[in-house]
């Protein structure tokens, strides 16, 4: 009967002494200047975006060097990805503007309406490279029904960690809502088009 007890009494110690990793979170809307109130120009409707299946989830997807992918438990976003996206670029997308986000909310019609989609075509995190969002998006003019189909494909630098790889995810968002905020601008002057590359 030692024996045994001495192996159990070793694998109580032994599970003791490892402590599980603790988990990391991380958002996309984080760390924006606040920018000072505008007058409301416009509304605009942020609809949900889609991401590929293999990212839509709360834990990081990298890529290592080699092009191995790895999912990470401990490294996780605050919410679903394509949340995470959704609220960045309707917080960049309203700050720009100095517009406001009536998706799905009441609103009076005195001003313009612009339905923003998004739809995400990769979205890739390679440690210590890059931080890639390649994203076709479309704005639409409710009252005329006017639409522009546009391409961004933001690829930033990034260097060592995680927060790095973050923040260079935060800066591919900015780029693509800087192109949503220049086309919406656009229907203004009547000739709505993409941004030029």
């Known amino acids: 009967m030692k024996p045994i007890l001495a192996a159990c009494t070793a694998a109580l110690l032994l599970g003791a002494c490892s402590t599980p990793q603790p988990e990391h ?29 293999q990212v839509s989830r709360n834990q990081f997807v990298v890529t290592a060097p080699s092009g191995r992918i790895e999912l990470l438990e401990q490294q996780r976003w605050a919410g679903p990805l394509a949340g995470e996206i959704g609220q960045a670029l309707s917080t960049a997308v309203t700050n720009d503007l100095g517009a406001i986000d009536v998706f799905r909310t009441p609103h009076p019609d005195n001003l313009p309406v612009y339905r923003i989609s998004s739809n995400v075509q990769r979205f890739e995190s390679v440690m210590g490279q890059y931080a890639l969002i390649d994203a076709v998006w479309s704005v639409r003019q409710l009252s005329s029904s006017k639409v522009v189909t546009c391409r961004t494909v933001a690829n930033e630098k990034v260097g060592a960690g995680y927060d790095e790889l973050v923040t260079g995810h935060r800066r591919a968002v900015g780029r693509i809502a800087a192109d949503m905020a220049t086309v919406v601008r656009s229907f203004d002057s009547g000739s709505a088009a993409c941004p030029a590359a």
């Open 25 to 53: 979170f991380y958002t996309l809307s984080g760390g924006a200047d606040v920018q000072p109130a505008k007058p409301v120009k416009y509304y605009v409707e942020m609809l949900a975006v889609s991401v590929p299946q």
